[in-house]
């Protein structure tokens, strides 16, 4: 029998194959301007607000905070901190900042300054304060007894509780490191003139655009190979694979999935394929009925076929899902995957079992872009097939979130980035403290008491093992009460032009760009 996971795994591999049978065997050379594209440009930088994946994208190019990403093993890595220690108790940390680092304005990076940034949120009296910097939120300040620069390379952060994603937290866009000296000079506009310590700097700007970032001659970890990096905005997937295509830019996550086949034998370009980073979903709001009703939440998740949203939809590019938690995270339980297969028999029966009449009417919002009317066309008909009637509500991106904030959205479709390797990154989304504004509207299920006590013992311990038996037992919640339902990893393609090497794919396809080791070949 023709197994469409198999075939598609097949085709994924066969595809990385084939980039790494077009590397060049030169070795890295400097030189020349990558062109990434991306999907939007907001009209500032700063690290406290989002401006979409564009913005962000500059951010991690010029950025560096107190440690790195490992995406691949899930780890921290040096960054301004060369080393740190945490005590046993797991509530004082001391991180050790690299001697002879310079802000891109060409102040020194001491303790003081790295100090005077994080507490940028926390601190009204601060120039540049901003009320409502919500980015912020991520980095733990809540948390923090006491932040000090004990002297001119050492900082000491004090915790009230124990925060077992303390260190990971600090790679984050909002964990970049801003100079002392940008914040006085610019005040609340810091944003459109960020400082940073990263491998690129800023050139030119112009907001809703494009950024022109130059390298950095005087990055502590060495210049990076590529001169400049510009990351320019298109309107739409059609206008980037037009660019991708015509050559005028040399990277991108955005074109569409389906050109994947075309681009592949073409002689200019590769597409490589990311590691299962995103989690794509459709989120119930569990305070609407029908969807206060777990049987009907039940229906939906077996009446997806998820083969077919993956193949049609996504072009192949997805691995099965098993629950809110991603495969590379810590505690992946993938036996939630025989909860997400396709049985209509079965999601019939649950619809009888409800004692609803149907048809059963059922709203489905999402956002008109990339692949997600495709999507929400193939999960309607899934829907119709065994007893529902679907209305499409298609939105622009701004009307969607509004949307989903007011509670005003059934069900609704869309996706969690993991922009931190570590499993609290989603499980997060199930925090009471933020329901109101979410897809699921997860305040009101009668596990949420209990969600809220996993999450919390998830962060709070240290032990490894520990915690995986605690994400554990949080995925087999999720999947008891269903306030999402799971369409599938995305493993996303990473269309990159044959002259640019050594990409890295792991954070690239959770939207954390990094080209400090990108070189472009003659």
């Known amino acids: 029998m023709f197994n469409l996971r198999t075939f598609s795994t097949i085709l994924i591999v066969i595809l990385f194959l084939v980039s790494l049978g077009t590397a060049t ?68 940390y001391t991180f050790h900042i690299r001697e002879g680092m310079t802000f891109h304005d060409g102040e020194p990076v001491t303790a003081d300054a790295i100090v005077r940034s ?38 000491v952060l004090t915790l009230m509780q124990p925060n077992a994603t303390q260190l990971l937290v600090f790679s984050r866009p909002d964990g970049v490191i801003i100079s002392p000296k940008a914040l006085d000079e610019y005040g609340t506009e810091v944003g459109l003139n960020v400082s940073a310590a990263g491998p690129f700097k800023i050139e030119r700007f112009v907001p809703g655009q494009e950024a022109v970032l130059a390298a950095n001659e005087d990055y502590w ?155 929400a066309e193939l999960i309607a008909a899934d829907l119709e097939a065994v007893g529902f009637d679907v209305t499409l509500d298609r939105l622009d991106t701004g009307s969607f979130w509004g949307k989903v904030g007011d509670g005003q959205t059934q069900l609704s479709i869309n996706q969690r980035s993991t922009f931190v390797p570590d499993p609290h990154g989603k499980a997060i989304l199930m925090a009471r403290a933020g329901a109101e504004g979410s897809q699921t509207q997860h305040h009101a299920l009668q596990a949420a008491d209990e969600l809220d006590a996993l999450i919390t013992a998830g962060i709070s311990t240290a032990d490894p093992e520990e915690r995986a038996a605690i994400y554990q037992e949080f995925q087999a919640l999720m999947l008891e009460q269903l306030p999402y339902i799971y369409i599938g990893y995305l493993t996303p393609p990473i269309f990159v032009n044959k002259r640019v090497q050594n990409v890295e794919t792991f954070g690239t396809a959770g939207g954390r760009i990094n080209l400090r080791g990108v070189w472009l070949s003659e």
């Open 221 to 375: 970890a060495g210049r990076p190979y590529v001169d400049r990096v510009v990351i320019r905005a298109y309107p739409d997937e059609a206008g980037i694979l037009a660019a991708l295509e015509a050559g005028e830019i040399d990277m991108t996550l955005y074109a569409p999935f389906t050109s994947v086949p075309r681009l592949q034998n073409s002689d200019n370009i590769r597409v490589e394929v990311g590691a299962p980073l995103v989690n794509l979903f459709a989120g119930a709001n569990v305070a609407m009925a029908p969807l206060d009703n777990l049987l009907v939440r039940s229906a939906i998740n077996y009446a997806l076929d998820r083969e077919v949203l993956i193949e049609a939809g996504l072009n192949g590019f997805a691995e099965m899902p098993a629950s809110l938690i991603g495969p590379l995270d810590l505690g992946f339980d993938e036996s939630g995957r025989e909860i997400s297969v396709y049985d209509p028999e079965r999601a019939r029966e649950l619809i009888a079992e409800s004692g609803l009449e149907t048809p059963i009417p059922l709203d489905l919002a999402y956002e008109n872009n990339r692949f997600w009317p495709q999507l």
């Open 118 to 155: 994080m507490k940028r949120p926390i601190n009204p009296d601060d120039p540049s304060y901003i009320e409502g910097m919500y980015m912020y939120g991520n980095q733990g300040a809540s948390n923090w007894e006491s932040l000090e620069a004990v002297d001119e390379h050492t900082i």
């Open 25 to 92: 065997a030169q070795d890295p050379q400097y030189g020349g301007t990558l062109v990434f594209g991306a999907e939007s440009m907001g009209d500032s930088f700063d690290i406290g607000f989002w401006h979409g994946f564009g913005g962000v994208h500059v951010i991690d190019t010029i950025g560096e905070g107190l440690v790195r990403a490992d995406f691949e093993n899930g780890g921290a890595q040096p960054g301004l901190a060369e080393s740190w220690e945490i005590s046993d108790d797991g509530l004082v």
